[in-house]
């Protein structure tokens, strides 16, 4: 069992940064890939960004070169630059087991003023 908990969500205005962290701690020896999401309209989950074992990253299209995903162990942050309103968004940390169980993160708001 894996549990995760967020910290450093926010209110920022447009242009400015907020850096996300989340700390994994239970059998983290299991985890295999961690990232982040955040949630659609639709109450679904999207990926915003994630990041292997091995250190390979991934970017949603709309976040690419103003987000940056980095990995130290079983902790994992996200660095958001040129924040935009449409950011804002409840945004939930996720690790993946090397058997493909998902664990999620409580959510932290991320709110970004025009």
């Known amino acids: 069992q894996v549990e995760l908990v967020e910290l450093g969500g926010g209110l920022v205005e447009a242009g400015g940064s907020l850096r996300l962290s989340c700390a994994g701690s239970g059998d983290v020896r299991t985890i295999s890939t961690m990232g982040w999401y955040r949630q659609t309209p639709e109450n679904e989950r999207e990926l915003v960004a994630d990041?292997?074992?091995?250190?390979t990253t991934k970017y949603a299209d709309s976040v690419k070169g103003r987000f940056t995903i980095s990995r130290d162990n079983a902790k994992v942050y996200l660095q958001m630059n040129s924040l935009k309103p449409e950011d804002t968004d409840v945004y939930y940390c996720h690790a993946m087991s090397w058997g493909m169980r998902n664990y999620w993160g409580q959510g932290t708001q991320v709110t970004v003023s025009s």
């Open positions: 990041i292997t074992y091995g250190g």
